[in-house]
Structure formats: C-alpha cells, structure tokens
Nanobody, 120 residues
Framework: QVQLVESGGDWVQPGGSLRLSCIVS????????MGWYRQAPGKERELVAR???????GYATSVNGRFTISRDYAKNMMYLQMNSLKPEDTGVYYC??????????????WGQGTQVTVSS
C-alpha cells in the first residue's frame, strides 16, 4: 500500500523559510515523478514544483528562485525548501506522486496536506 505523509507546515512571517517533508511508503518512490501542489482558500490546487525520477526539476513561475524541490532516495523522502516566503504562498501543501495518469491527476497518490500560513 502506498502512503504519502507530509509534515513541516507552520505559521511564518513574510520573508521567512520553511522546509516541507514528504515520506513515501511503498515501491513507487524510485520510479515515479513527484511534485508539490498547494491550494489557497477559494482557489484551485496548483502545481508548485516537480521532480522526475532522474532528478530534473520544474517550478511554478511564482516560486522560481525561492523554492527548491529535492528527493532523498535512501530515505524515501521528498522535500520542499521554501525561502523568502510571501503571504500569497499561504495554503495547504500536498505531496503527489504520479500513478500513471499524469502528475496531479485526482486518482494519483496524494498526501493529506500540511498547512502553510505566511502572515505578519
């Protein structure tokens, strides 16, 4: 059974940093493209960052240069380092793994989400 569990969400002031973690159980970690999504109140879920099996990465324009996605194969972990946080980064952040239907597909592998709040 595949499970994704996020952690690391918190309240932080603008300009601060957080690191989100996602631990993956099951055999998918080494073979699947993975990503971080976020959903702000009243808005649709959006892709923040993605990382392929080979380690190539991609970022939403709004976070490029501030966020870094990475994965640790030895620990079955994926991370999102978030720096220079802005209030518009507030939302629930979800860990996602491609189940063969494309990254972000509703029937893919999803974690339960972790709340990030950026405010003064």
């Amino acid at each position: 059974q595949v499970q994704l569990v996020e952690s690391g969400g918190d309240w932080v002031q603008p300009g601060g940093s957080l690191r989100l973690s996602c631990i993956v159980s099951g055999s998918i970690f080494s073979t699947n493209t993975m990503g971080w999504y976020r959903q702000a109140p009243g808005k649709e879920r959006e892709l923040v960052a993605r990382i392929s099996r080979s380690g190539s990465t991609g970022y939403a324009t709004s976070v490029n240069g501030r966020f870094t996605i990475s994965r640790d194969y030895a620990k079955n972990m994926m991370y999102l380092q978030m720096n220079s946080l802005k209030p518009e980064d507030t939302g629930v952040y979800y860990c996602n793994a491609d189940k063969g239907y494309g990254l972000g597909a509703p029937n893919g592998y999803w974690g339960q989400g972790t709340q990030v709040t950026v405010s003064s």
